[in-house]
Structure formats: structure tokens, C-alpha cells
């Protein structure tokens, strides 16, 4: 494992802390509301399943699945989705939840396409945001940490589909990828 890892940036008692307090925000934001969290796949699915846990409302899941990246690092800038959501989302307030927002583009086609279905409300909580990376802009209401920008992995993300076990996130030693 250590032989990927330039350092790691969050250890999983840092995201722990960050989880909780994400939730209790969460929790007290919609209160007396029942939550649809709208999980992108297959990113976000780790830091989805510890955030629901630490919200004390009712929540219901749903999940879609949109690429802009192939196996390289570097976004395409092209955003297709490749699964769609099971459930019409008209009288719902969504929350969509991200591993991380980057150049935004991603995030950018999501709300679009989501906010033409009217929902009720719709919110993001992202767990990790590259402020320097962005190309477009996006509103995050919920977010974890600001990173630099780099690589990373662990806590969901991935590299060519890798690493998205790794119970911290890490920065990627950048020979892996170049
Ligand atoms: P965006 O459209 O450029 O904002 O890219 C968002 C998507 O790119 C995220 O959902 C991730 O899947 C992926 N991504 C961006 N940066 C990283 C990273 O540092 N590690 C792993 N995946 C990343
Ligand atoms: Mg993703």
C-alpha cells in the first residue's frame, strides 16, 4: 500500500470529525424534512455511507452515474451519464453528495440536468474541494475540506478505478500517473 502514497492528507479520525460535523449541520438545516441524498457514483459512495449515518432525519438513497473522466487525471471536460436515477425526484429535496469538486464541470451538468426535473430543493455536500481547479462555477453547501492541487485518493476516490478503499485520503505519488 505505503508504495503508492505521497502522504496522506486526511486520517480517518479527521474525516470522521469532518463527517459529524457535516451531519449535525445537515441534521439541523432540514429539520422536520425527509432527505433524498443523490450519491455519484462510484465516488461518493463511502463518504455517503458515513454521512447518512450521523444524520438524524428520515433519508432515502438514490444514485447516478456520470463520467468525465477516463483513466487519465486530467477531466475530459466531457460529461455523459452513464446510469440515471431510479426515482422521479419532483416532490423531493435532494441532496447531492460528491467525492470532490474539481473543475466543476461534472457538478455544473448535474445541477443543470437535476434542477430541469424540478425537485423541491437541491443542495451539494462535497467532501473535498480544489478551489484552483475550477473552470466553473459551482454552489457548495456543504463542504468538507479545501485541498490543493493534487491527486488524491482513499475514502472513495480513485485512481483507474484503485485505492477507493483506503480508509484515509491520500495525495497519489505523481509517477503513478505520469
Ligand atoms: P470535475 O468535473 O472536474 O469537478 O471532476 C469531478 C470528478 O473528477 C470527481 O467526481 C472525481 O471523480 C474526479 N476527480 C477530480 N479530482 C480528483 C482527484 O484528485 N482524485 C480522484 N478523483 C478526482
Ligand atoms: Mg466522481
Same mark, same amino acid.
Given at each position: 500500500m505505503k508504495e503508492v502514497i505521497d502522504r496522506v492528507l486526511f486520517t480517518p479520525e479527521d474525516i470522521e470529525f469532518k463527517v459529524n460535523e457535516l451531519g449535525s449541520q445537515i441534521t439541523a438545516d432540514y429539520y422536520g424534512k425527509e432527505i433524498?441524498?443523490?450519491? *455519484?457514483?462510484?465516488? @461518493? *459512495?463511502?463518504?455517503? @455511507?458515513?454521512?447518512?449515518r450521523v444524520i438524524e432525519l428520515p433519508v432515502s438513497f438514490d444514485f447516478i452515474d456520470v463520467s468525465s473522466y477516463g483513466k487519465?487525471?486530467?477531466?475530459?471536460g466531457v460529461v455523459r451519464i452513464q446510469k440515471d436515477l431510479e426515482k422521479s425526484v419532483g416532490d423531493k429535496d435532494l441532496l447531492i453528495v460528491e467525492d470532490i469538486v474539481d473543475t466543476g464541470l461534472t457538478?455544473?451538468?448535474l445541477l443543470n440536468n437535476l434542477e430541469s426535473r424540478d425537485p423541491l430543493t437541491i443542495k451539494v455536500c462535497a467532501l473535498l474541494n480544489k478551489p484552483d481547479r475550477r473552470k466553473v462555477e459551482v454552489p457548495i453547501d456543504y463542504c468538507g475540506f479545501d485541498i490543493p492541487d493534487e491527486f488524491v485518493c482513499g475514502y472513495g476516490l480513485d485512481y483507474a478505478g484503485k485505492y477507493r478503499n483506503y480508509p484515509y485520503v491520500f495525495v497519489l505519488k505523481s509517477e503513478i500517473y505520469s
Open positions: 433524498t441524498m443523490v450519491g *455519484i457514483l462510484s465516488g @461518493a *459512495i463511502i463518504f455517503m @455511507a458515513d454521512l447518512a487519465s487525471s486530467q477531466t475530459s457538478l455544473k451538468y
